[in-house]
């Protein structure tokens, strides 16, 4: 079955900087999510890219997908301490199920 | 805005029992889930619900591991004997269509196994 992988498996940066996570996926997809979780607590979606597009945005967040290289990469503008979290990509293979990779955890320092 | 609630939040049992996790997805989503977490890894597939039964399930999903929806509102997960290793959060999560619609989880039960 497919697989998102995130990489950096953690990060750690400076509060106003950017932070970019990326995702990795092994089979095609009809569309790519991204989810957060704080400590402890169930995962809330962010933001979802279907197959055929590039680029999305939503706020502070930019998501690209590259279907060719099978990624995407999250970039998280001007963070803040509030944005410290685990980070994870979804793949949705035009079944049911979603495929989590084992996430990104963000640390933003103040 | 409408939530997807999980109780417990917290379940502490001995191994070889069994236990019942609760969940009451959001009102009009027909399709469920059951995820789980053992701690600082990666988010695991057990299960997915729809129409009264189960669509899909993965490896771990095995026989000790079963699910209902009891009353059209509750969505349960059973494990009949559990082990250490089931020590785990659980996640339900809930969505209403298929497609696009992304999914709606719980904050989850974190099941430990003594």
């Known amino acids: 079955s497919q697989q998102g992988e995130e990489d950096p498996q953690a990060l750690s940066i400076q509060e106003g900087e950017n932070a970019t996570m990326n995702c990795s996926y092994k ?11 704080n400590s402890g607590r169930g995962l809330v979606h962010l933001i979802l890219i279907r197959s055929n597009e590039r680029e999305k945005h939503s706020g502070r967040l930019r998501v690209t997908l590259d ?3 099978k990624s995407s990469s999250l970039l998280i503008t001007a963070s803040r301490a509030a944005d410290t979290a685990s980070y994870f990509c979804a793949t949705d293979d035009y079944g049911q199920n979603f ?12 | 805005e409408p939530e997807v609630t999980q109780t417990p939040s917290h379940q502490v049992t001995q191994m070889g029992q069994e236990v019942i996790l609760r969940c009451v997805p959001i ?6 889930y059951w995820y789980r977490q053992i701690l ?3 988010v695991e597939f057990l299960v997915s619900f729809y129409n009264n039964e189960i669509s899909e399930k993965s490896e771990i999903f095995d ?10 509102s509750n969505f349960t997960l059973k494990i009949r004997s559990t082990k250490l290793e089931d020590s785990a959060m659980y996640f339900c999560a809930s969505r ?3 497609g696009t619609s992304p999914l709606h989880f719980g904050n989850g039960t974190r099941l430990t196994v003594t």
């Open chain 2, 63 to 72: 026989d000790q591991f079963s699910v209902e929806r009891p009353d059209g």
């Open chain 2, 96 to 98: 209403p269509i298929l």
């Open chain 2, 40 to 42: 600082g890894q990666k």
């Open chain 2, 27 to 32: 009102s009009n989503h027909l399709y469920f």
């Open chain 1, 27 to 37: 089979t095609s997809i009809n569309n790519l999510q991204w989810y957060r979780q």
């Open chain 1, 99 to 110: 495929v989590f990779g084992p996430g990104t955890r963000l640390s933003v320092l103040p």
């Open chain 1, 67 to 69: 279907t060719s290289k």
